[in-house]
């Protein structure tokens, strides 16, 4: 994998999308995880996947890019359809937790998909 920061055009969607959403890393709870961004291409159902990894602790979160770039949230579109037969509710984004990085010592989230309010709640507690 190769994480890079993307403030460019081109990475603008992804990188504003966690910083919005996530803005403080639930993993090491830093108010800066200032992360750098993957994508991981897969021949799955729900689409590629943007990755996205916190510097100060190494954990690797990661989202459906339709997730990322709003195509989701309707069942008009194939990949938003898949979600709603999926039992997910569209508009609802859901984040799994790939690597829970070195500040987490409980390897049980690893794997786990959270939705972002949940996922902010984690990043809230102490
Ligand atoms: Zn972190």
Do not use: W
Request: glycine share 10%; charged share 25%; proline share 5%.
């Amino acid at each position: 994998m190769s994480f890079k920061r993307m403030d460019g055009f081109m990475g603008s969607v992804p990188q504003g999308f966690i910083d919005r959403n996530v803005p403080r890393c639930p993993m090491c709870k830093s108010n800066n995880p200032h992360r750098a961004i993957d994508m991981k291409m897969q021949l799955k159902l729900e689409g590629n996947l943007y990755l996205f990894q916190c510097e100060r602790c190494g954990c690797v979160l990661s989202a459906p890019v339709p997730d990322v770039t709003g195509d989701n949230n309707t069942i008009l579109t194939t990949t938003g359809l898949l979600k709603k037969l999926g039992g997910k509710k569209n508009g609802v984004i859901y984040m799994k937790i790939q690597d829970s990085g070195t500040a987490q010592s409980d390897k049980s989230v690893e794997g786990k998909e959270y939705t972002l309010q949940e996922l902010n709640q984690l990043a809230a507690e102490d």
